[in-house]
Nanobody, 128 residues
Framework: QLQLVESGGGLVRPGGSLRLSCAAS????????MAWFRQAPGKEREFVAG????????FYAGSVKDRFTISRVDAKNTVYLLMNSLKPEDTAVYYC?????????????????????WGQGTQVTVSS
C-alpha cells in the first residue's frame, strides 16, 4: 500500500519561503502523477501543483504559478514544493496526493477526486 508522508510546514512571514517534502513508499511503481493540494478553514480542497512521475512535466494553479515550484527527486521517491513570495492567503493545510493515472488525459489531473492516495497534511501559516 502506497504511503505518503509530508513534512516542512510551519509559520512564515509574508514574502518568505518554505519547502514542503512528500516522501512516497510502498508501491511507488504504480504512480504516474503526484500533486499538492491545500485546504484552508471553511474552504474546499484546491489544487496547487502537479508533476508527472518522471518529473519532466509540471502544472500549476494560476494563483501560485511563478511563485511555487514542484519537483521530483527520482532516487528519493520524493516530491518537493518550493513556495516563494508567500502570502497570507496561502495559509492552509497542504496535502500530497498520488495516482496511477496519467498527469494529462484531455485535461490536467487537478481535482481531488482524481487522486487515490493522500498524505496526512502539513500546516502552512503565513502571518506577520
Amino acid at each position: 500500500q502506497l504511503q505518503l508522508v509530508e513534512s516542512g510546514g510551519g509559520l512564515v512571514r509574508p514574502g518568505g519561503s518554505l519547502r514542503l517534502s512528500c516522501a512516497a513508499s510502498g508501491g511507488t511503481a504504480s504512480i504516474n502523477t503526484m500533486a499538492w493540494f491545500r485546504q484552508a478553514p471553511g474552504k474546499e480542497r484546491e489544487f496547487v501543483a502537479g508533476v508527472s512521475w518522471s518529473g519532466s512535466s509540471t502544472f500549476y494553479a494560476g494563483s501560485v504559478k511563478d511563485r511555487f515550484t514542484i519537483s521530483r527527486v527520482d532516487a528519493k521517491n520524493t516530491v518537493y514544493l518550493l513556495m516563494n513570495s508567500l502570502k497570507p492567503e496561502d495559509t492552509a493545510v497542504y496535502y500530497c496526493a498520488a495516482d496511477p493515472g496519467a498527469y494529462y488525459s484531455r485535461h490536467y489531473r487537478n481535482t481531488p477526486d482524481e487522486y487515490t492516495y493522500w498524505g496526512q497534511g502539513t500546516q502552512v501559516t503565513v502571518s506577520s
